[in-house]
C-alpha cells in the first residue's frame, strides 16, 4: 500500500460502479437464506436529500450490510411517496407540471442516495404516483370497498375558501386555514372513508405485541385510539316554565343522553352541557337567535383539540333543564357550551366541577359552583374543598348518598348497575358502552396530484365501483393549475364516462385519495414490485413481512404507523397480507441532525457556508466571508431551510466522501437523540478515514505479503492484538445488534488505538509468524468492522490488503471469545480529588505496581506540575487516588 492519501472522490463513485455492476445489492425472491427485511421511511421528492435523510438512510445501511455480512437474505429497497400538494404548489408557481416536478425531484434524489454508497436493492423502486404503483392501490380500494371497509357518509368538514380543499382539523389554526390564511368555513361534504374504527381494539391489543417498538410510539398509538370504558346515561327533560321557546323543545324532547367514564361523580353534576352541533343546540336555537350566534361562533373556533383545550370555556344556557337520574327534584340546567364535540360520545356530557378540570373552568366561569364528591386519602371529608383546581385523583366517595365510603371502581359500578335497572320511559336509564377516540379515516381529497378513487357516479345507478378489468383510472396529463381548485374537477372530458352499470352517462368520483393511503401498504409492494396483475404476491408477503427493522422519524409515531397497521389489518381480511399481523417488528425513531444558527445585523438568517470563524480561549465568533462584518451565533435548533442553518449533503459528499458524512452522523449521540453537525466534527471524521487508511498500511505492512499458517502458539505482543481484535468485534457486533450506532463507532476509534499502539511497540526483528498472522487478521477484522458504516474505504482498504473478493460480501468475522477473557483492569486515577486518568493494568498487581504504575502515568505527572507525591491510595478494584 503506497498510496500515503486515501482518495474518497475517486474511490467511492468506482466502487458504487463495481457493487451496481455486479447486482450486488439486488435481491430475487426465493432466496433461501434466512430472510431480514429493513427499511427507512420512504421520502417526499422534495428536491434534494438533506442531512435528516442521511442520518436516517445510513443507520439502515449498516444494518443492512451487517445482516448481509451475518448470512441473511436482506431486503432493503426504495421509493418516493411522490404524490401530495407541494408538487401541485409548485407547478402553479412554475407553470409547470406536477408529474414534471416530481419526476426531476425523484432523478435528483435517486442520484445523491447512489452517491451515499447505500446497499439499496433498487431493481424494487416504485414511486407511489407512477400508475404501475397507483393502479393496484385503486384495486386495493375496490376490494376494502366490497368488504365494508370503504364508505361514504356526509360529514362536516373545515373547508378552506381560498385553496379549495378539506383540511384536517391540525390544519386549522385559529379558525383559519394553515396556508392560506383564510377563514376556515364547515362545509357539509360527502367524502369517503376507511373503517379504521372497526379494527381499533385490534389495534390497541396489537400494541402488545410489538416489544421492539419505542415504548414512547406505542404509548402515542394507545392514546389516539383512546378505548375508554364508559356509560351511557339519559337524563329526562323537565318541562320548563321560564320561557316560551325552550318550552316548545322540551314538548318535542324528552331527554339528553351524554357519555361518562366517570359516573361515579354523579352526586356532583352541576350542569349538562352539548354540542354546538347536538340536534337540541339546533331545536333551541330556533327561536333564539343569540344561540344560534353564540353556535355560529363555536363552529368557526373550529374542532381541533389542541384549540380545545387552550380556548376559554364559553357556554350559553338554553334555559332547558333536566332531572337528576337520582332524585326527581335535582334540576340541573342545559348549556351549549365550546368544549363539547359533536363526534365523541354522544355529544353531551354532565358536567362535574369538582373532579374534571374543564368542568371546574367553566362552573367557576358562570357561577356554577361545586360539590366534590371524592375525597382524597389524605384530606378530611368535612373540609375537603375545591376552588379552582380540579381532583381527578383516587379516594373514597363523599356527599353521595348510597355511595358514600366506597371506592371510584366500587362507587362507578354500584352507578352502573343501578342505572340499568332503573327505567325512563319504558328502557333502561343507562347503558355501558366502550368508546374509542379514533375516528374513521376521511380519506377524499379535493386535490389532482393523488390517486384516484376508482368510482362511478350514475343518476340511475348511483355508487358504481369501476369494473376491475377497466383500471387503471389513469390522471389526465393535461390539466391547469390557473384556478384554485381541484383541476379533474373543470377538465374538459375526464370526468365524463358511460356507466358500466347501465351505459347511460354518468361521472367519475374526482376527489383523489389522501397521500397516507399510499404509503400505507408501500412496504407490502416492495417485496413484489414485479407483479403486475396484483397489490401482492401472496409468497413473497409469507416470506419477507414483516419488516423486521423499520427506522424513520418521530413525526410519524401516529398517523402513518397507525395507517401501516391498520392496512396490515384490512388487507388481511381482504387475503392480500397472508398471515402478517404487524407490518413492523421492529421501529426505530431516530433523532435529528441540528447546527448552530446565525444572525446578521439586520436580523436576518445566515447560512454557515457563508461564515468564518475565529476561536480565542473559549470564545468563538463568526464573520460573513465577503463582507467580514460579525454575526451573532445563536442557539443549536433542527437544520431548517427558514433558519438557513442546513448543510447541503451535496457539498459534504463532494469535499469529504460519503464514508466521512455517514460515519460522522452516527458519531457522538445515541441515534434516538439529535446530533450536532459541526465543522470540526466533520473534520475529525474525515482524519479517522485516513487514519483507518494508514493503520490497515501499517498492519498489513506487518503481515508480509504471504498469508501464514496459524501458529500454534502467540507471544505478547501477537497476544495483545488478537486480543483487541477480538474485543472490539464482539462488541461491535452486539452493538450493532442493539442499534446503538455510536457505540459501535467508539469501540473501532479505540480499536485503532490499541491497534497503533501495538504496532509502534513491536520491534521489527520481533516480527515471528504469530505476529504476521495477528497482524493480517487484525486488518481484516478492522475493515469489516467499519465496512457498515464506511463502505467504500473498506472495499479500498480491503484491495490494497489484497485479500480477496468484495468487502460487502464478506462474512462478518467469528470471534474467539477465549481470547477475550479479561486478565486486565482499567482504574480511574485521581490527583488530589480530580480524575485525571485511566489506568489499565493486570488484574493481578500487587498495589506497589499500581502505586507506580499510576504515578507514571503522563497525565499525573503533568496534573502534578512538579509537586512531590505524598501518598497514593489504592482502592482494590475501584480507584487510585494521588495525593500531593
Ligand atoms: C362526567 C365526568 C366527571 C367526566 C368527571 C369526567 C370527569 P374519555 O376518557 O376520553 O373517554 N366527554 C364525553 N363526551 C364528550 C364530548 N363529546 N366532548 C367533550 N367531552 C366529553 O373521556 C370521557 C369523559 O369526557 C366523559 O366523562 C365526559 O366527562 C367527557 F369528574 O363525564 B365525564
Ligand atoms: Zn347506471
Known amino acids: 500500500m503506497d498510496q500515503e492519501r486515501y482518495n474518497a472522490r475517486e474511490a ?119 400508475v404501475a404503483y397507483y393502479r393496484h392501490e385503486q384495486r386495493l380500494f375496490l376490494d376494502l370497498l366490497d368488504h365494508g371497509f370503504a364508505y361514504r357518509k356526509q360529514s362536516k368538514v373545515n373547508w378552506d375558501p381560498v385553496d379549495c380543499t378539506v383540511l384536517a382539523n391540525e390544519q386549522v389554526i385559529d379558525g383559519r386555514g394553515w396556508r392560506s390564511g383564510a377563514l376556515v368555513e364547515q362545509r357539509e361534504l360527502t367524502q369517503w372513508f376507511l373503517k379504521i374504527g372497526a379494527f381499533a381494539d385490534d389495534l390497541l391489543s396489537g400494541l402488545d405485541t410489538l416489544t421492539r417498538w419505542p415504548e414512547k410510539v406505542r404509548l402515542m398509538q394507545a392514546n389516539w385510539i383512546g378505548r375508554s370504558e364508559g356509560l351511557l346515561v339519559r337524563f329526562a327533560l323537565a318541562p320548563v316554565q321560564t320561557s316560551q321557546e325552550s318550552d316548545s323543545v322540551s314538548d318535542a324532547v324528552s331527554e339528553v343522553e351524554v357519555y361518562t367514564t366517570r359516573p361515579d ?24 337567535p343569540e344561540l344560534a350566534d353564540f353556535i355560529a361562533e363555536c363552529r368557526r373556533m373550529g374542532t381541533s383539540v389542541a384549540v380545545l383545550e387552550t380556548a376559554e370555556k364559553k357556554g350559553y344556557d338554553t334555559g332547558l333543564r333536566v332531572h337528576h337520574p337520582f332524585d326527581e327534584n335535582w334540576l340541573l340546567p342545559v348549556y351549549v357550551a365550546n368544549f363539547v364535540l359533536m363526534d365523541y360520545g354522544t355529544g353531551a356530557i354532565f358536567g362535574c366541577p369538582a373532579h374534571d378540570q374543564r368542568d371546574l373552568d367553566f362552573a367557576n366561569a358562570y357561577g356554577l359552583g361545586n360539590q366534590p364528591v371524592v375525597c382524597p386519602p389524605d384530606q378530611d371529608p368535612a373540609t375537603f374543598v375545591i376552588t379552582d383546581k380540579a381532583y381527578d385523583g383516587d379516594g373514597t366517595l363523599i356527599h353521595s348518598r348510597f355511595l358514600d365510603g366506597m371506592t ?102 374526482t376527489d383523489t385519495m389522501d397521500t397516507f393511503v399510499d404509503s400505507s401498504w408501500y412496504f407490502t409492494r416492495f417485496t413484489d414490485p414485479w407483479n403486475a396483475g396484483d397489490p401482492t404476491t401472496p409468497e413473497a408477503i409469507a416470506h419477507w413481512l414483516p419488516v423486521d427493522q423499520y427506522i424513520g422519524g418521530i413525526e410519524h409515531a401516529i398517523l402513518h404507523l397507525l395507517y401501516a397497521r ?78 438557513r442553518n442546513t448543510v ?41 478515514v485516513q487514519r483507518l487508511w494508514r493503520l490497515v498500511g501499517e498492519l498489513m505492512q506487518a503481515a508480509g505479503s504471504e498469508e501464514p499458517a496459524e501458529p500454534a502458539v502467540f507471544g505478547p505482543a501477537a497476544s495483545a492484538i488478537r486480543k483487541a481484535s477480538h474485543g472490539a468485534l464482539i462488541k461491535v457486533e452486539s452493538d450493532i445488534e442493539r442499534l446503538h450506532f455510536n457505540t459501535a463507532i467508539a469501540t473501532i476509534h479505540d480499536l485503532a488505538n490499541k491497534l497503533s499502539a501495538s504496532i509502534g511497540a513491536i520491534e521489527s526483528e520481533e516480527i515471528g509468524a504469530d505476529v504476521r498472522f495477528a497482524c493480517r487478521e487484525a486488518a481484516s477484522i478492522l475493515i469489516r468492522l467499519f465496512a457498515p458504516m464506511m463502505p467504500h474505504l473498506a472495499e479500498e482498504c480491503w484491495a490494497a490488503a489484497s485479500f480477496a473478493g468484495l468487502a460487502a460480501q464478506m462474512p462478518w468475522p467469528d470471534a474467539d471469545p477465549s481470547l477475550v477473557v479479561e486478565d486486565e483492569m482499567t482504574l480511574p486515577v485521581q490527583v488530589n480529588g480530580r480524575k485525571r486518568a485511566d489506568l489499565t493494568i493486570a488484574r493481578e498487581a500487587s ?36 495525593v500531593a
Open 265 to 288: 361523580t354523579l352526586f356532583g353534576a352541576k350542569f349538562i352541557a352539548i354540542a354546538a352541533d347536538h340536534p337540541l343546540a339546533a331545536a333551541c336555537a330556533e327561536n333564539n
Open 566 to 643: 391498520f392496512f396490515t389489518r384490512a388487507m388481511q381480511a381482504t387475503g392480500q397480507m397472508g398471515e402478517v399481523r404487524e407490518p413492523f417488528a421492529g421501529l426505530f425513531t431516530q433523532g435529528m441532525v441540528v447546527h448552530e444558527t446565525y444572525r446578521d445585523k439586520a436580523g436576518a438568517w445566515v447560512n454557515p457556508g457563508q461564515l468564518r470563524f475565529e476561536t480565542q480561549g473559549n470564545e468563538r465568533r463568526a464573520f460573513l466571508l465577503d463582507s467580514g462584518e460579525e454575526v451573532a451565533i445563536g442557539p443549536i435548533e433542527k437544520m431548517s431551510k427558514s433558519k
Open 847 to 882: 498495589e506497589a505496581e499500581i502505586q507506580a504504575a499510576a504515578a507514571a502515568l503522563e497525565a499525573v505527572q503533568k496534573a502534578l506540575e512538579g509537586k512531590p507525591v505524598k501518598k497514593i491510595i489504592v482502592v482494590p478494584r475501584r480507584i487510585v487516588n494521588v
Open 408 to 509: 371510584i371502581p366500587a362507587a362507578k359500578e354500584a352507578v352502573a348497575k343501578r342505572l340499568e335497572e332503573q327505567t325512563l320511559g319504558n328502557a333502561p336509564q343507562a347503558q355501558r358502552k366502550i368508546n374509542f377516540r379514533l375516528r374513521d379515516w376521511g380519506i377524499s381529497r379535493q386535490r389532482y396530484w393523488g390517486c384516484p378513487i376508482p368510482i362511478i357516479h350514475c343518476e340511475d345507478c348511483g355508487i358504481v365501483p369501476v369494473p376491475r378489468a377497466d383500471l387503471p383510472v389513469v390522471l389526465p396529463k393535461d390539466v391547469s393549475f390557473d384556478e384554485p381548485g381541484n383541476p379533474l374537477d373543470r377538465h374538459p372530458t375526464w370526468k365524463y364516462v358511460a356507466c358500466p352499470q347501465c351505459g347511460k352517462a354518468a361521472r367519475r368520483e
Open 12 to 130: 467511492e463513485p468506482k466502487w458504487q460502479k463495481i457493487w451496481e455492476d455486479a447486482a450486488l445489492f439486488q435481491t430475487g425472491n426465493g432466496d433461501s437464506r434466512p430472510k431480514y427485511y429493513v427499511l427507512e421511511m420512504f421520502p417526499y421528492p422534495s428536491g434534494r436529500i438533506h442531512m435528516g435523510h442521511v442520518r436516517n438512510y445510513t443507520m439502515g445501511d449498516v444494518i443492512a450490510r451487517y445482516k448481509r455480512a451475518k448470512g441473511f437474505g436482506v431486503l432493503h429497497p426504495m421509493g418516493w411517496d411522490a404524490f401530495g400538494m407541494p408538487a401541485e404548489n409548485a407547478a402553479m408557481q412554475n407553470k409547470s407540471h406536477p408529474a414534471e416536478w416530481t419526476y426531476a425531484n425523484i432523478a435528483t434524489m435517486r442520484a445523491q442516495l447512489k452517491s451515499m454508497g447505500l446497499s439499496l436493492d433498487w431493481s424494487r423502486e416504485i414511486a407511489t404516483c407512477d
Open 648 to 688: 447541503d449533503p451535496d457539498e459534504i459528499i463532494s469535499t469529504y466522501g460519503a464514508d466521512t458524512a455517514r460515519w460522522f452522523v452516527l458519531t457522538g449521540s445515541p441515534p434516538e437523540r439529535d446530533v450536532i453537525w459541526t465543522e470540526e466534527g466533520v473534520q475529525g471524521a474525515s482524519k479517522f
